[in-house]
């Protein structure tokens, strides 16, 4: 379903994006790949099989996102598919954090990263009825301790794009929120801490946790079928619905498997 379908990826240098990145390429996608770091871009561009156009890109910044469309355009001259997945993360109790300006951060580059893209790529999303594809957390879903500002973070980007979706009824374009649960990525070396400096070391039990190229997979499945919403655990499948009847008792499970996987 993939063949032939122009797809721009943002946070595509490593982690999910990249992994994402070669999923498609392989179902014969033509992509457009953002992130910062074009080396790591260029390096990714090489090793994929399909034709892939490198854009070098933060997303916290508006006009880089229309620079990235616009690219896109000249270059395949229409947009099937916008995954907005670029994203940061933290890791500190909110009343040890000493670096305030980290929440602002996360959100420039969580939620209004999102928004800039999506609001460069909708007029060419609506004119090929095309597929907005939103990666979000399962801490978009629910409070998460130690994961405040993130977690605040994608609340907002879970609440635009369901009120998006409905805006957009009518137009031909889908879409569909990726929530993947805890993933075995390079984010969480360089997750903010509460001195504002990143960590260095990942906070996680990696060797317990899904890897990047398994979510992958599975997000790339849901992206194909156009899925409204796609859980990545079956902690989150079923604390979705409990939360409505017990929500003192999710409160202590997701505090519990933080503490466990430190």
């Not at 989150?236 to 409505?244: E, N, P, Y």
Request: hydrophobic letters at 45%; one cysteine or more; charged letters at 20%.
């Amino acid at each position: 379903m993939m063949q032939g379908k122009v797809v721009i990826l943002t946070g595509a240098s490593e982690g999910i994006g990249r992994a994402l990145a070669q999923q498609l390429s392989g179902q014969g996608a033509k992509l457009v790949i953002a992130a910062r770091d074009q080396a790591r871009l260029t390096s990714l561009a090489e090793a994929l099989p399909g034709e892939a156009l490198v854009c070098p890109c933060d997303v916290a910044k508006a006009s880089q996102c229309q620079s990235v469309i616009d690219a896109a355009l000249a270059h395949f001259g229409r947009i099937d598919v916008l995954i907005c997945n670029a994203g940061m993360t933290m890791w500190s109790r909110f009343d040890a954090l000493q670096q305030s300006d980290v929440l602002q951060r996360l959100m420039q580059v969580n939620y209004l990263g999102a928004v800039f893209m999506t609001q460069a790529a909708l007029p060419a999303l609506k004119q090929s009825r095309g597929h907005l594809v939103a990666v979000a957390s399962v801490a978009g879903l629910t409070g998460v301790p130690e994961r405040s500002g993130y977690a605040a973070s994608k609340h907002a980007v879970v609440g635009f794009f369901e009120s998006l979706r409905i805006e957009l009824l009518g137009s031909g374009v889908d879409v569909t929120q990726l929530c993947p649960d805890f993933v075995l990525t390079e984010t969480h070396r360089r997750a903010i801490g509460a001195d504002g400096q990143p960590l260095g070391d990942s906070p996680m039990q990696e060797g317990k946790i899904m890897t990047a190229q398994k979510c992958a997979v599975l997000m790339h499945r849901a992206i194909e079928r156009r899925q409204r919403l796609w859980l990545g655990s079956w902690r989150a499948r079923l604390g979705r619905w409990v939360k409505l009847l017990a929500p003192g008792w999710i409160d202590r499970i997701t505090a519990r498997a933080i503490t466990q996987r430190h």
